[in-house]
């Protein structure tokens, strides 16, 4: 019989519950664990689940019945996969469940800065409508896509999708090439050039070492100072205080992101500063978070265990 122990259960909300595998199986389930109560907890698991926990090569050496790893997201680089290979533990993630929702949650950030939905809001609950001497009322500029340039960082799933919802509003759209590549390949665009072109900046690329703070000061001098740039990849890849620096000094017109470098966002995150302005939007790491996007999560968890119990290797990245 496996024993299955879920470290973080609470990263995935509690109307969501984790479909259970059809084998035979224990299960002890822990809403948190820090990481000093990984090996504890774990010691006795043969199949351990997690979302951030983070099993290095240190803690997989102190549990020696694991046999399988159920990752319950995409990334996973929250797991030492090469220690795993070695030691033949099993490692799968979930894959292609939020491309839609982590591409909607992209427009309608830019939706809400591009047609100042924020201040608009704002204005109408002080009132301010109701005191106007016409019928309507203008809080900030007003912008339409169509016609305007989308650049897209990192065209994969999600940057492909980000990009086909773009072109159905009429944008024009382009994907920046690696920055500092040697050639550019088809359908792509010098990142430089892709950046300074663009109206809207959608960056949706792994963190790397490569790709750590792509989008600096520098960059974001270059760029247009009406661009509205969207970070939904992840927070190191862009410059976040330098992005602070961007707007308070009017360098960019608009910012949003879904991610930051350090989550939960700390009390002295340089994003902080700019929570409350009409010109920022801050959401905590939620764009995957659809419903239909945490029923497909729960339900591939369930199919990755039971196919690793058949023997059988379902989304493995190991």
Known sequence: ?????????????????????????????????RPEEIVPRAKDATIVVTNKCKLTREVIGQLPALRFVAELATGFNNIDVACCRERGIGVANIQDYSTRSVAEHTFAMILTLARSFVSTCREVSSGAWQRSPTFNML???????????????????????????GAAFGMRVLKAEHKGAASIREGYTEFSEALCSADFISVNCPLTPETSNLISLGEMKAMKREVILVNNARGGVVNEADLVTALEQGIIAGAAADVVSTEPLPADHPYVKLLGRPDFILTPHQAWMSDDCLKAL?????????????????????
């Open 1 to 33: 019989m496996e024993k299955i122990v879920v470290l973080d259960a609470s990263t995935i909300p509690a109307g969501f519950p984790l479909v259970r595998p059809a084998i035979e199986h224990e299960w002890v389930e822990y809403p948190v664990t």
């Open 298 to 318: 729960c339900r591939q968890f369930a199919e990755n265990v039971e196919a690793f119990c058949r023997g059988e290797r379902l989304r493995r990245v190991d």
């Open 139 to 165: 809080t900030g500029p007003i912008r339409d896509l169509d016609g305007r340039t989308l650049t897209v960082v990192g065209s994969g799933a999600i940057g492909s999708r980000i990009g086909a919802i």
